[in-house]
């Protein structure tokens, strides 16, 4: 699972864009975004990760 980058630029548009002391609240949800899709990046990483093969192979005979 891949966060798109012109996603991750949209989002630093909009926090920059969200600056202005009237557009309190749309910045704080632009940081939120931004915090989630961060989040949902390193999500993905360790499951990629748990997914891996390790090389080895199990001998499950009893």
Do not use: F, H, W, Y
């Not at 557009?23 to 989630?36: C, D, G, P």
Request: hydrophobic fraction near 40%; charged fraction near 30%; glycine fraction near 4%.
């Amino acid at each position: 699972m891949r966060v798109d980058s012109s996603a991750r630029e949209t989002v630093a548009k909009l926090t920059e864009a969200a600056a202005a002391p009237a557009q309190t609240r749309e910045q704080l949800q632009a940081k939120l975004l931004r915090q989630v899709l961060d989040g949902q990046e390193t999500q993905a990483a360790e499951l990629l990760k748990i997914l891996e093969g390790k090389g080895k192979n199990l001998d499950i005979r009893a």
